[in-house]
């Protein structure tokens, strides 16, 4: 629908979206907007006249709808255009794709902006039977019984798990910071102190291998500014550059994901004859 979007507004203040490409879940283009461009025209007797002309200014935009976000380029406008005015200009296109699609209107759209992942998060990417957890930072442990009832470390034997518990809160009120990283089959998932520390303290980063084999480093701090280059004339967007916005917003995440390569290519009609019959 993206795609679809007519031009709206009126003159001289129109926008749309343009070039408008998409690597998986990730929807990126061109927003174009329209502003009044103050130019001075000087006559023969050097007398200058101030008039108005309709222009239009692209900014490169990616949606990212599994977390809720925008990236929106980090550019100079001309005079008579500003940032504020083109975000509201893209909120006021956002609403029409949600109003013409039936979109839920809780749906929110935001500036990707720096930000912290809550351990909520990061426990519950650990408890996920299905990730191997590679490496774990976690931070301002602290001793908190409270915090580690109701923890498994022994099936059967529980009556042991009261006292590993004990023990491990114990060690937190020595222990400020813990670094721990897996061999390459292990699990720290299966460690005793991983399971209570994702629990009491500070996490500020996780590395993690999903059942599917695709590697992911969630990070307790989201960067704000991400630097890369981009075809600013292709239409449409490249998709390797699309690509790139989604590796760099998303890993922040732990929720960027390799594209799948095949072992062996087919002969090139087999592939057209592929996409054909889909």
């Not at 979007?5 to 061109?30: E, I, K, Y």
């Not at 949600?98 to 809550?118: F, H």
Request: aromatic share 8%; hydrophobic share 35%.
């Amino acid at each position: 629908m993206v795609r679809d979007l007519p031009v709206l507004g009126t003159q001289p203040r129109q926008h749309t979206m343009t070039a408008v490409s998409r690597f998986d879940n990730v929807t990126a283009g061109f927003f174009a907007v329209q502003y009044e461009r103050e130019v001075l025209d000087i006559d023969q007797n050097k007398k200058g006249t101030v008039t108005y002309r309709a222009e239009w200014e692209r900014t490169a935009f990616a949606l990212f709808p599994q977390i809720g976000k925008l990236l929106l380029q980090a550019r100079k406008y001309p005079k008579g255009l500003s940032k504020d005015m083109v975000f509201q200009d893209f909120k006021d296109s956002i609403n029409y794709i949600m109003r013409e699609g039936k979109l839920s209107n809780t749906t929110l759209v935001t500036v990707v902006a720096e930000q912290e992942i809550p351990d909520k998060q990061f426990i519950e990417t650990f408890d996920n039977p299905t990730n191997r957890v590679e490496k774990m930072i976690v931070d301002n442990l602290r001793s908190d019984q409270s915090m580690l009832e109701g923890l498994t470390y022994y099936n059967p034997q529980r009556e042991r798990n009261m006292v590993v518990g004990q023990h491990l809160s114990h060690d937190f009120g020595v222990i400020k910071r813990l670094f721990l990283e897996s061999d390459e089959r292990s699990d720290l998932r299966r460690a005793h102190i991983a399971k209570a520390a994702v629990r009491s303290g500070r996490n500020e980063e996780m590395r993690y291998q999903t059942e599917s084999g695709q590697k992911h480093v969630l990070k307790r701090k989201v960067q704000e500014n991400y630097d890369m280059l981009i075809d600013m004339e292709a239409d449409p967007m490249r998709l390797e550059d699309v690509q790139k916005m989604a590796e760099q917003v998303l890993e922040q995440f732990g929720l960027y994901r390799q594209p799948r390569i095949p072992d062996a290519l087919p002969d090139q009609s087999s592939i057209f004859d592929m996409l054909e019959n889909q």
